[in-house]
């Protein structure tokens, strides 16, 4: 390959940057106290935080920030990668090889023979092969993490029911109706406890088949809500008004202004 080809280029650039990071790790993890504590229980409190911020970032399409929350997320690697390699379980080396070789074991239609026509039979394809691997767990939900976020758990179980094959061509709209209108007929907390789950399961699996990511929809739709809510009390201290002291009705103005001004200000 020459050296001057660009891809060539940019895998050693990737290739010394890795390494200066994972020299920075090790060191960190002798000199620093903090750093010194850490174990892989108190670490991923922090590489959640970083993975949803990092989701945050992709779904604004923020370049810039992505390009920051992927650096926090790679050094969450880079540790806890070490904290492996300290008791002798494995290494960053370790980690990278086991990878690939899963990918090239779940991807025979890259690297082998099997054809697939779109993706998703990539991704029954995916399903069934990760089923066969050594030391999983049995059964068609097996290794489904039950400490998920909730939209995010009821999505990968729907999409392990589908890959069995057990699931509908259509987008389920009409069962998010039904679930609603089983919630209206619910006489008792326990009846509107089950409804409202229910609805919220049927939602997601509308998420799902519309290839949405319920867990960044529904965060989306809060953040609206609260920058709405924001405006919406600015507009009502521009008036001389406080907002809560304000009626419900007032309060619902004052929203709907902060609704048309954000969709005055999109239109600009």
Not at 143 to 150: K, R, S
Request: net charge negative.
């Amino acid at each position: 390959m020459s050296s001057d080809d660009p891809a060539a280029g940019a895998a050693a650039r990737g290739a010394a940057a890795v390494e200066a990071l994972d020299e920075l790790t090790r060191k960190l993890r002798v000199e620093c106290p903090w750093d010194r504590e850490q174990d892989e229980r108190t670490i991923v409190p922090h590489t959640l935080e970083e993975a949803y911020e990092l989701a945050d970032a992709a779904w604004r399409r923020d370049d810039g920030k992505l390009l920051d929350e992927l650096g926090d997320v790679l050094f969450q690697v880079h540790f806890l990668a070490l904290l492996l390699e300290e008791r002798g379980a494995g290494s960053l080396a370790d980690v990278a090889e086991h990878v690939r070789q899963k990918l090239i074991r779940r991807h025979p239609h890259i690297f082998g023979s099997v054809e697939v026509e779109n993706a998703a039979q990539v991704l029954q394809n995916w399903d069934a092969i990760k089923s066969t691997e050594a030391g999983r767990e049995p059964g068609i939900f097996g290794e489904v993490p039950e400490n998920l976020p909730g939209p995010t758990y009821a999505r990968k179980v729907q999409r392990r029911a589908a890959s069995s094959g057990f699931d509908m061509a259509d987008v389920p709209y009409d069962a998010v109706v039904g679930q609603l209108e089983v919630l209206e007929a619910a006489g008792d907390d326990d009846a509107r406890f089950e409804a409202v789950g229910d609805l919220l399961f049927s939602v997601v699996n509308v998420a799902r088949k519309l290839k949405v990511d319920p867990e960044l929809a529904v965060r989306s739709s809060a953040d609206r809500f609260r920058a709405r809510v924001e405006a919406a009390e600015a507009l009502a201290a521009a008036d001389g008004a406080t907002w809560d002291q304000l009626g419900t009705g007032a309060q619902v103005n004052y929203y709907a202004q902060a609704r048309l001004q954000e969709e005055d200000d999109s239109q600009t």
